[in-house]
């Protein structure tokens, strides 16, 4: 008995005098302790499978936020960005999100590129009523109290290129994208215009995300020879996509890859040769021409490299911690929070590099839709750009549901 | 009664109450740090399941983030049809009008709770009875295993309108047990989970050391001398994978219950292989060493991504490299080698006698 006595205190001895180690367990010490500092997060991946898009949304909004300290602050106090690598993957996404809003308690936390990581953060977010800006385009149908959304919803994309594809190239639409919600939910509300409009759908075709062998796909498109090829795919898939397609000498000048995913970043790796000729719908292109613009493109340049590109989703990621700023300098300094900072920004506008963006009271983003051709110098040349803002409806496809200031409506 | 089963006893009590009144001390009772203990703890009983089939029996199973991921998913269709009036709002967006057979009697809690138990036990065996039948073992255990892992996953991101695709399943309320809300960052669902692997360990510590531990050691050391001795292998092998894969299932659900949704990165090839090695790195002759490393490497990973935000994976794949060189049976191995170094110090004329005997 003594020895096993001995033995059950000594190894309780020692295993609680680990896990008071200081480093391993406590982290008490970093939480507010810097005074007047506003702390906000930053939760994009620098690391795993989508860090190559999602570092440049870091790059972008940490540049903003470096600006913005620069000349000053926010009624002369900084912003401290807390940096975390949720390593693309979403069980990290909602461990790190935890981490920013209850630890550290950030009044904001800037992060996410693929829905699935967005959705991660959002249990958090919600209970906790803090307030994730989130700045890719995304499928819509969502209509939280505490995400501020910067990118396009499927109306803002869809609503000019749909009639202007038809009148240009033809009726028939030719389906591809990823299997996942964003490009069903996409041609949902295609389909919605196609038929409004007198356009059909040949073929609807989903590859599983990271597919990189097209070629019965090309087969097929060889075969029902579409007007338009309507395309979803993102990331690496969309890179080999579109090498094929060029491979396979299809000419886009008949049947033009028109995409709502494919930006600069895309065009980079797919070499300026193989996407020329093709479509994108975004609300921002790299070679917009404003002065807001300009300024970002070659501020984002001299800081990473005269090679780095901007693209729809880093601008938004830039733009939307001006949005921030914007909405803190209405408030009291003394009454920051998350709500107030929400409540604050709707129907704040901003000269943004795509033009002046308006905060909608559904906490998405009105903005400026464009139509770019992509040329060889992995550019893309604006053809179209709408002629007012449009307002974002992430529920456009369905009837009967909005998404107003006090969240989902049914009618 | 062995020795052996002395020690494992006397550490499953220090590890029991450390856990359970030693970190929330530790921590302040902050809801925010239990919360994430919480979750090292949940992962640590998929770890010590996988060191009964691994350690105990011999059997590499690297689809063991399949069957965790049929337990998360089962919380996680209770959770979210309790969100929803009707139908969940991801089978409209899929064009899926009725609600799927499959997910009705999730309604029930009790229905879930045995369904996340058994249903990973049910496929589990079911694979392992036509490996073990077959006589399959090694590595190609290990290669079925992941094949059915990576097969299984693809599957289930396909069936988008049932299972929510690459998204997972979102938007969960919050469980209620016997009228109880169960509030992830609040002491007591810490006690809740820190409860489940307490006994997990203990019924794994019991079984470890039963007959039927036993047998299965012998099994791991030589299948067909135990064979030879009367035992159906393939019955043996299997039970233990039924068993494995319903305490895989098990922290599954209670892993939905820290996350608040499921993610099909539950059931993805690397998750499989972080579970591996939190079983090698605590040791995977025993259970409770097999849930320490568990605990232990997610509590680094934690610290060194605050610390080095950038460079964190590189440390701990280091790490791991450095454990697999030079501590191949991981802590545990460390502990009984030293323990066993102290012994012979302790008693340095057995030792002796020993080796001059052969001389004289």
Known sequence: MKRRDFLGSLGAVGTAGMLSTPALLSSAGRALAQGNDIPVGLLFSLTGAVAVVESTLHDAALMAIEEINASGGIHGRQLRPIIEDPASDPATYADRARRLMIRDKCVSVFGSYTSASRQAVLPVTEQRKNLYWYPTLYEGRECSRNVMYGGAVPNQQQDDLIPWAIENFGPRFYMIGNNYVYPKEENNYCKTLLEQYGGEVVNEEYVPLGHSDFSSVINRIRSEKPDVIFATVVGDSDVAFARQYHAAELDPSKMPVVSLTRSEVEVKAIGGEAAAGHFSSAPYFMGHATPENEKFVEAYKSRYGGDQVTHFVSEAAYFQVYQFKAALEKLDPSNITPETIRDAAVGLTLNAPQGEVLIDENLHTHLWPKIGQWQTNGQAEVLIESKERVAPKPYAAYAGQTCTGKGLVKA | ?360
């Open chain 2, 1 to 360: 009664m062995s020795s052996k089963f002395q020690y494992d006893l006397v550490a499953l009590v220090i590890f029991a109450l450390v856990v359970a009144f030693g970190v929330p001390a530790v921590m302040n009772y902050d809801g925010f740090e239990l919360n994430t203990f919480a979750r090292y703890l949940a992962l640590a009983i998929v770890s010590m399941a996988l060191s009964l089939s691994w350690g105990t029996a011999g059997l590499l199973n690297l689809g063991q983030a399949a069957t965790f991921g049929m337990g998360s998913y089962a919380m996680a269709m209770h959770l979210k049809l309790r969100a929803s009036d009707g139908l969940p709002d991801f089978m409209a967006w899929n064009n899926v009008e009725t609600l799927p057979w499959v997910w009705v009697p999730f309604e029930s809690l009790t229905f879930t709770l045995l369904a996340g138990l058994l249903v990973p036990a049910f496929i589990g065996g079911l694979i392992a009875i036509f490996m073990f039948r077959a006589r399959i073992a090694g590595v190609f255990v290990a290669i079925i295993t992941l094949a059915f892992l990576v097969a299984f996953q693809l599957l289930f991101i396909n069936q988008q309108g049932h299972t929510g695709g690459q998204n997972g399943l979102t938007g969960l309320a919050q469980m209620s047990l016997f009228g109880w809300i169960v509030d992830p960052y609040s002491m007591g669902f810490y006690n809740l989970v820190a409860g489940c692997l307490v006994v997990a360990l203990a019924f794994g510590v019991y079984l470890t050391h039963s007959k039927f531990g036993l047998i299965l050691r012998a099994i791991r050391e030589d299948a067909d001398r135990a064979r030879f001795f009367g035992y159906n292998v393939a019955n043996y092998q299997t039970l233990v994978f039924c068993i494995s894969a319903a305490l895989a299932g098990w922290a599954g659900m209670l892993y939905t219950l820290v996350l608040e949704f499921a993610s099909p990165t539950y059931m993805s090839v690397s998750f499989s292989l972080a579970i591996v090695i939190w079983c090698a790195v605590g040791g995977r002759e025993s259970v409770i060493a097999a849930a320490f490393g568990a605990i232990v490497v997610n509590m680094l990973e934690g610290r060194l991504s605050d610390v080095f935000v950038e460079g964190w994976h590189l440390i701990l794949g280091v790490i791991f490299v450095l454990v697999v060189m030079f501590m191949p049976r991981g802590i545990y191995g460390l502990l009984s080698e030293s323990l066993q170094k102290l012994r012979g110090i302790g008693r340095p004329r057995d030792h002796r006698d020993a080796e001059t005997f052969p001389n004289t």
